[in-house]
């Protein structure tokens, strides 16, 4: 393939994504029905008030839930067609997932922590040392590899998740307001960060957000409300 072709390429695309939680009698609609494509390479948004289903809309292109109706395709294979095993194995290779409350093993450091993923993975000890290594020293944390996740400020478990999250080189990081629970001078240092693996490393990231400043460094802002995308904005 072409590198133009290859930057072009689908990664994530949703078809007519519907999902109903049941809630006792009742059918609450969480999703109306999604068309959303993500191109690799891309640093994109996805804003909307609380309620809109941003967080659904992740969870079922991360395959950590299933859709009422439609369909999810990761790089052209539609994730309905799989089964568990497939499922376990796509989210661990292909989905990276960070989340606003980091979700970081408490008893593990840093660097186990980064080398877990690549462990599901099969990959040998010393190659997945020198791979967390190298990821933590790339947002920023090369000198604290052995701390736990109490030993780190907010903003330092962040980044550990950040680098957990492109472990096994995923095609997509999936972010659920990564910036959620961090003062907004570390969320900009956060920010900043994924949109360096993005540029320097053409990384593709998709982030729930609420944060303005999220909003004002992404290149592309789908807007959801109701649980449907009302509207894609393209900046810059
Ligand atoms: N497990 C569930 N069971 C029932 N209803 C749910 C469930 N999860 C979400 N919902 C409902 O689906 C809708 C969308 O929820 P979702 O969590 O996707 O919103 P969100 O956009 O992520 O909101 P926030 O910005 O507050 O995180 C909401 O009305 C919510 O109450
Ligand atoms: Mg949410």
């Given at each position: 393939m072409s590198d133009e072709v290859e930057k072009m390429s689908v990664v994530i695309?949703?078809?007519?994504?519907?999902?109903?939680?049941?809630?006792?009698?009742?059918?609450?609609?969480a999703l109306g029905g999604v068309n959303l494509r993500v191109e690799a390479g891309e640093f994109m948004s996805i804003m909307g008030?609380?309620?809109?289903?941003?967080?659904?809309?992740?969870?079922?292109?991360?395959?950590?839930?299933?859709?009422?109706?439609?369909?999810?395709?990761?790089?052209?294979?539609?994730i309905s067609r799989l089964n568990d095993d497939e499922l376990a194995e796509l989210r661990n290779r292909e989905?990276?997932?960070?989340?606003?409350?980091?979700?970081?093993?408490?008893r593990m450091s840093a660097l186990q922590n980064v080398e877990m993923p690549m462990a599901f993975a099969g990959v040998s000890k010393d190659e997945r040392e020198r791979r967390a290594m190298k990821l933590l020293d790339e947002v920023g944390l090369g000198g604290r590899v052995n701390h736990r996740p109490t030993e780190l400020s907010g903003g330092e478990q962040q980044r550990v998740a950040i680098a957990r999250s492109l472990a096994n080189?995923?095609?997509?990081?999936?972010?659920?307001?990564?910036?959620?629970?961090?003062?907004s001078e570390t969320g900009k240092e956060i920010i900043e960060t994924l949109r360096r693996l993005n540029?320097?490393?053409?990384?593709?990231?998709?982030i729930v957000t609420h944060d303005p400043l999220v909003?004002?460094?992404?290149?592309?802002?789908?807007?959801?409300?109701?649980?449907?995308?009302?509207r894609e904005e393209t900046i810059g």
């Open positions: 695309e949703t078809r007519n994504l519907k999902k109903k939680y049941q809630m006792g009698t009742l059918d609450v609609s008030p609380s309620g809109s289903g941003k967080t659904t809309l992740l969870n079922l292109i991360g395959a950590l839930d299933k859709p009422t109706e439609g369909n999810v395709l990761i790089r052209g294979t539609d989905i990276g997932f960070v989340f606003q409350f980091f979700n970081l093993m408490a080189d995923p095609s997509v990081a999936l972010c659920d307001e990564p910036t959620g629970n961090v003062d540029r320097e490393q053409q990384r593709t990231f998709v909003a004002g460094s992404v290149d592309r802002i789908a807007h959801m409300q109701d649980g449907l995308i009302v």
